[in-house]
C-alpha cells in the first residue's frame, strides 16, 4: 500500500511554545489530507481537512487559530499546535486518501505524540 | 454528513472462536467501506474493504458483507488468533464530499 509518514513520532514541549508536525505521503499525491485526534481508548476525532492550495476546513468545536494547517504541496501538510497547553497533549494521526473509481483508500501517518509539560 | 455507528463498543472472544463487528450507515450514497486495525500505540491499518457493487469479500480469516438496503455492514473474524487483539475502525466513503466517516471502534480482546 502507499506510505504516509509523519513527523516526529513524539515530542515534548512546555506550555506556552509551538509544535509542527509533518505529514508527507511519499508515493502518491494527496489533495487531501486529514488531521485526527485521539484520546487513549478511544475513535479518531476528525479536526481538519487540509486541502492542497487553499484553507483548511475545520471541524466544529476546534480552534483554526490554535491548530494551524498548511497544505503547501500536493505531499506534505503541516499541523502547528500553537501556544501548547497540558490539556493539549494527545496522539495527533493525519491521513492522506488516494482517490480513485469507486473508493479513496486513506493511509494513515505513525501518528505523533505530543506531551505538553 | 455520513454517520457511521459501529457495535458492539468492546468484545472478548476465546481464541478459535470468531469474532463479528457491525457497522451501520446513514448515507445510502456512500459506496466505499473499508475497515482498519489499529494495534496500541500504532497507526490504522486497511485490513479489507468493500464496495458497493458487491455483497461479500473475503481474504484468509478476514470478511466483511455488505447489506445496502438495510445500510450496515460487518466485519467477521474466524478462528481468532491473540494477535487479532486490537481496536477495529469501521468507515463509510460519503460521496458528497469524498470524506471518510469514521465508527467509534471496537476494541476486541482475543483471550488465549
Known amino acids: 500500500g502507499a506510505v504516509v509518514s509523519q513527523h516526529p513520532s513524539r515530542v515534548i514541549c512546555k506550555s506556552g511554545t509551538s509544535v509542527k508536525i509533518e505529514c508527507r505521503s511519499l508515493?502518491?499525491?494527496?489533495?487531501?489530507m486529514f488531521w485526527y485526534r485521539q484520546f487513549p481508548k478511544q475513535s479518531l476525532m476528525l479536526m481538519a481537512t487540509?486541502?492542497?492550495?487553499?484553507?483548511?476546513?475545520?471541524e466544529q468545536g476546534v480552534e483554526k487559530d490554535k491548530f494551524l494547517i498548511n497544505h503547501a504541496s500536493l505531499t506534505l501538510s503541516t499541523l502547528t499546535v500553537t501556544s501548547a497547553h497540558p490539556e493539549d497533549s494527545s496522539f495527533y494521526i493525519c491521513?492522506?486518501?488516494?482517490?480513485?473509481?469507486?473508493?479513496?483508500?486513506?493511509?494513515f501517518g505513525q501518528g505523533t505524540r505530543l506531551t505538553v509539560v | 454528513g455520513e454517520n457511521v455507528e459501529q457495535h458492539p463498543s468492546t468484545l472478548s472472544v476465546q481464541e478459535g472462536d470468531s469474532a463479528v463487528i457491525k457497522c451501520t450507515y446513514s448515507?445510502?450514497?456512500?459506496?466505499?467501506f473499508p475497515w482498519y486495525k489499529q494495534e496500541l500505540g500504532k497507526r490504522p491499518q486497511l485490513i479489507i474493504d468493500?464496495?458497493?457493487?458487491?455483497g461479500e469479500k473475503k481474504d484468509q480469516r478476514i470478511a466483511v458483507t455488505l447489506n445496502k438496503t438495510a445500510k450496515h455492514f460487518s466485519l467477521h473474524i474466524t478462528e481468532t488468533q491473540p494477535e487479532d487483539s486490537a481496536v477495529y475502525f469501521c468507515?463509510?466513503?460519503?460521496?458528497?464530499?469524498?470524506?471518510?466517516?469514521f465508527g467509534k471502534g471496537n476494541q476486541v480482546v482475543v483471550i488465549p
Open positions: 508515493d502518491f499525491q494527496a489533495t487531501t
Open positions: 468507515a463509510a466513503l460519503s460521496g458528497g464530499n469524498n470524506r471518510l466517516a
Open positions: 491521513s492522506a486518501q488516494r482517490g480513485g473509481p469507486g473508493g479513496a483508500e486513506a493511509f
Open positions: 448515507d445510502s450514497a456512500s459506496n466505499y
Open positions: 487540509s486541502n492542497e492550495g487553499s484553507k483548511a476546513t475545520y
Open positions: 468493500i464496495r458497493s457493487n458487491v
